[in-house]
């Protein structure tokens, strides 16, 4: 069967204004609870969205480390192609892909920096050897070989034996704070639902129905 006839139809269920939660963090946190019930792969995987200076788009997955009502949480390098896209254009977009629940949901926002005392934290709790990992890799920098990255990792495994491994200076978290966050059900017959959560001046949120 040829790409363009490869379909099916979406019949889990559906999605009323009458079944979302007053705010869209509540409504976040029901449906990732639903999709680690549900056994799904990575539930916390989101992909990331970003534009570079000059409007160049780049998506990538993140995980995501936590989340509340000032917004989403992850964590990165901070040289790596994705900080500095946020540096020149902090409107990001996050996409959490629950396919296997016909489900989607998409925030979009600003990206601003974690506190440090929340970054060292959140270092703190990582394995040991994702913490060396941190200072062995320059993110998106070009490597001459697997080979050099492993010299790396081992050097600094050594630097830091019998020692707690520092946060290095150079890595730390994004909060994307939203400004709409929409939720997405598939339906039959692709009139799939559709609402959206935008963020008004005094702080409540307008939820609509949208077009599929």
């Not at 901070?78 to 900080?83: F, G, I, P, Y």
């Not at 974690?114 to 890799?137: H, K, L, M, N, T």
């Not at 600094?156 to 059900?185: N, S």
């Amino acid at each position: 069967m040829e790409i363009d006839q490869w379909r099916r139809e979406y019949l889990q269920g559906g999605l009323e204004r009458s079944d979302l939660a007053a705010d869209p963090i509540s409504q976040f946190d029901l449906w990732l609870k639903e999709a680690v019930k549900a056994d799904i792969s990575d539930p916390s995987a989101v992909c990331l969205s970003t534009a570079d200076a000059g409007g160049q788009p780049c998506q990538r997955i993140v995980l995501l480390k936590g989340f509340d009502e000032r917004g989403f949480v992850f964590y990165t390098n901070l040289r790596s192609q994705k900080a500095w896209d946020i540096t020149a254009n902090p409107k990001v977009s996050l996409l959490f892909p629950w396919h296997f629940l016909e489900r989607q949901v998409i925030v979009r926002g600003s990206a601003e920096l974690v506190s440090g005392a929340e970054a060292d934290s959140y270092f703190r709790s990582r394995p040991r050897d994702s913490q060396i990992a941190a200072w062995a890799s320059h993110q998106s920098d070009a490597i001459p070989s697997r080979e050099v990255l492993q010299q790396r990792f081992d050097e600094y495994k050594q630097k830091f034996e019998g020692q707690d491994v520092p946060r290095p200076e150079f890595w730390g978290g994004y909060r994307v704070v939203p400004h709409a966050v929409e939720f997405w059900q598939g339906r039959a017959s692709r009139l799939h639902d559709r609402f959206v959560f935008r963020s008004l001046d005094d702080g409540a949120w307008q939820v609509e129905r949208l077009s599929p």
